[in-house]
């Protein structure tokens, strides 16, 4: 951790607000004062909804999408603002990047996510990324900004993933309960197998333990190390004492397809014969008009659609090249006819199983 040249930070809401919402200076300060020194740190940060209640003159995180989206266009101002002037204190410039699912699924918005961000830290400068809450509807997050980090260390290739929490690291049950033990060091699902994890955040996140797990989960498959540990301990996580660390279990693959396969939201589905299943998931090949049998749901050229066999089973996830009202009248056509093109190429497709 002491060496690593890039990494992703995230915190959470709990850690840079108060409970009733505002931010909480001090707190947000100190994170900062452990960051400020580093180069190559990317740094996603929850906290712009919990930001806005206070300023908004709410007590609590509202439930309704447009209030959530208010609060979220009035947090994210004062946030930004904050770590403006606490970077700024130190010498080191910030930029927002507010990103959503389909800015990092759709091969062109990919592409601009990436650039950007290797080209803001080429300029030496501090990335605060977070979800796009403003705006976002159905997919008003990525489920929650830990699954986030995992999937932005993924796509700025980083060297590590830090996910600060309320507590120090990952324990065998609930912390405050006597008799539990900080797990230091996970290799795998196996060690997890007797861990009771528990699964809710705090009144101003929407995260918990269990998100971290996963994203924590999420980034070693993909061959990033992560280390767990309190946002309090931050300048000591950064050299790699205390918390707990999660070794990688796979390597590295596409990130634009690691977005596909735990990011993007399916806007339909093609349902595939027992040939077209096996195409795909055996042979890697690209999936033809000839091997799809039927088409569910309404969706444009450059969605997300999951690919199912004739039982159901989702076997596959890929960005689909015809909007749904032109495919019912190239079903089994093969693509030796004039002007039929691959319904999914396999460059845009990730194997779900």
């Excluded at 994210?76 to 930029?95: I, K, P, W």
């Excluded at 659609?305 to 015809?322: C, F, H, K, P, T």
């Amino acid at each position: 951790m002491a060496t690593a040249g890039r990494i992703v930070v995230k915190v959470g809401s709990s850690s840079l607000t108060t409970a009733a919402g505002g931010l909480d200076v001090s707190h947000l300060d100190a994170l900062v004062l452990a960051l400020a020194p580093r180069t190559g740190v990317v740094l996603v940060s929850s906290g712009a909804i919990a930001a806005g209640l206070a300023p908004l003159g709410l007590s609590r995180r509202p439930r309704d999408l447009a209030t959530q989206q208010a609060a979220a266009s009035v947090g994210q101002a004062e946030l930004v603002h904050a770590y403006s002037l606490a970077f700024g204190r130190h010498g080191r410039t910030v930029g927002q990047v507010l990103l959503t699912a389909d800015d990092v699924v759709r091969r062109s918005h990919y592409r601009n996510a990436q650039t950007t961000l290797d080209r803001l830290l080429a300029l030496g400068v501090v990335p605060v990324v977070n979800e796009n809450d403003a705006v976002a509807t159905d997919e008003i997050r990525f489920g929650d900004n830990d699954r986030l980090a995992a999937l932005v260390a993924h796509l700025v290739r980083a060297d590590a993933l830090v996910l600060l929490s309320d507590v120090d690291g990952l324990y065998d049950g609930d912390p405050r309960s006597p008799g539990t033990a900080l797990l230091p060091t996970v290799l795998g699902p196996s060690d997890l197998a007797t861990v009771r994890i528990g699964g809710t955040g705090s009144s101003v996140g929407t995260g918990g333990m269990a998100s971290k797990v996963e994203a924590a989960a999420l980034a070693t498959s993909a061959g990033i190390p992560v280390l767990l540990g309190a946002a309090s301990s931050v300048a000591d996580l950064l050299l790699g004492v205390g918390g707990t660390f999660f070794a990688p279990t796979g390597v590295r693959t596409s990130a634009r397809l690691l977005w596909l396969a735990h990011a993007s939201t399916p806007r339909g589905q093609l349902v595939l014969d027992d040939g077209a299943v096996l195409a795909v998931v055996e042979r890697r090949l690209s999936l033809l008009p000839a091997g799809v049998v039927s088409v569910v749901g309404s969706f444009a050229a450059g969605d997300p659609v999951e690919l199912v066999s004739l039982a159901g089973v989702a076997v596959a996830r890929g960005l689909v090249a015809y909007d749904a009202a032109e495919l019912p009248a190239l079903l089994g056509r093969s693509t030796r006819e004039s002007g039929l093109r691959e319904v999914v190429h396999r460059d845009d497709l990730v194997l779900l199983r």
